[in-house]
């Protein structure tokens, strides 16, 4: 039954039940207050009306003591005694008297007061005025009779007071006993409503308070003991719930933290993956074992079972294995019976195909250009690429295909430069050598009949000096070929070019000056081949032949990427007789090497003395070559040409 009432407490508001408490102790100390007024009120004439008794129990003694006087002097009771009975009258009749008589009409008090007037009027004043109506002296007999109604009157009056004061003290104890009652009440009304307070208010709070603070430590298991139907109740439920939902929030923001560090942790290594590609790739497209790498680091990454890749072949015949994790080429013909089907560029790729209990991926290896091959993955059954994998995938196909493009197009530019550098061999052959040659063939032909005539011997003479003289040009010729031949494009350009300045450097003795301003401007490497040749021959030429002191090599280059190679110097310059006679061969290869770059060579005197050589050409945007300075070229130097 008492946990019924409290569960019934606990269902109530609290504010309801707070107003109810403070509206009780409010009410009792009204109570208190209003019966302490009316008890003061009704008490508040007793004490007037207990003095007039007792003035009435004076006049009484008095009028017995003036007519004992009277009496004693030999006379009457005269006229002091009906003044003080006339004052008793009056004081009998007194306002106090009366309004504590009308307080209760049928009270004690009442009933005492008609008494004393019944005593006084009937008894005791009769007696008295009969005595002072004889106008004798009294004798013994009626004075005894007169102090016998005095006491009697006397004991009315003393009874009258009496009751007065018990009524005040009754009245008295009744306020007493209420506000006891009242103070009793105030203190059970205060001390369960502070058992209320404490129940219903302090614990909850302390409850709620504690579980925060277990919240705010990231404890979000902690829920509030107390719910129920009123406000802290609810709150309490409310706050169960808000954690809850906390709780849900945190492991769901744990989740996606934990998910998107995973994320994260597989970017950096795609990324990782890609750079190592890329960089292996880029150091060497042509090598196996790059693709071999790439392909493993793939498959580690992404969990794969084998991958494979093939290069479709140029002409007909069976794809290239160019990396392999499955070992030899597990498809060597398609459906329909012709090899490598699968890989080629007309076969459908990115759809997954089962076989053997794996799921078989095909991707396209191919640039902007063309296409290339065919990139195979196995798969566990079932499985498919997620996106960051197929990402991942088309970003490596697609640099594998640059890779692969990269390697072709260096293969066919070394090509190109060995046909175009054995065309300049056959060139420099048939102008020089071939030449000679055929004019020592000539000078055979006419040294045969003369060499039968005893008489053509000057004759004959003369012609083997013409052929010594055509052999030792040869020779040399053939020597300077085989020089030119011989040089080694080992290093970068700039290196090159201060291995050849030094070079000529020491063996003429000529100060000579190297100025490279090729910022931004890169050459091919058949432009830088071509562009040092032209460079030693004309710093040959004037180191045989100008008797230079200094010499200056410029290369630079204009906005529009117009390449200027200047070699100048202070030697003796020009001959008389022309520079592209026969026998300057050296001239005429350098000219065959301007043409070959698509630009022009000029050759002219110099500022001053010397000799000016000026190789002007444009060079090839988007090749591969090695930034300089400034991108042109250009020397002096002095002397006769070859």
Known sequence: MRRKYGDALARRSILLLVGLALAAVTLIGLAGMTVSVVVAETVQGSASAVNVAGSLRRLTHRIASLAAADVARGAAPGERVAKAIAQLEAQLDNDELLRVRERAPGGLFAATYRGVQAGWRTSLKPHIEALMATGSVPDEAQIETILVEVDAFVDQLNALVAVLEHDTETRIADLRQTLAIAIVGTLVLVAVALLLLHRLVSLPLSD???????????????????????????????????????????????????????????????????????????????????????????????????????????????ATVLASTLGPCPERHSADGEGCGLCREDAQPWIYRREGGHELLRVPLRDSERHYGMLRFTLPAGHRLEDWQRQLVEALSRHIGMALGAARRNEQERMLALQEERSVIARELHDSLAQALSYMKIQVALLQPVLGDPARQAEAATIVADLRTGINAAYRQLRELLSSFRLKMSGDFPGLLRAAVAEYAGKGGVDIRLETRLADCPLSPNQEIHVLHIIREALSNMVRHAAARHATVSLSSNALQRVTVVIEDDGVGLPAEPLDSRNHHGMTIMRERARSLGGELDVSAGRGAGTRVTLRFQARPGTLGVEEEGPAVAMNWGGRPA
């Open 208 to 318: 709620l308070l504690a579980v925060a603070s277990r919240i705010g430590r990231g404890d979000f298991s902690a829920r509030a003991a107390y719910t129920g139907r009123n406000e802290l109740g609810r709150v309490g439920a409310a706050f169960n719930l808000m954690a809850s939902e906390l709780s849900k929030l945190y492991r769901d923001l744990e989740q996606r933290v934990e998910a998107k560090t995973a994320e994260l942790q597989r970017s950096n290594r795609s990324l990782e993956l890609l750079y190592h590609a890329i960089a292996r790739l880029y150091h060497a497209p042509a090598a196996a074992d790059a693709y071999s790498d790439t392909l493993r680091d793939m498959e580690q990454l992404m969990g794969l079972d084998g991958s494979f890749a093939c290069i479709e072949p140029r002409h007909d015949g069976p």
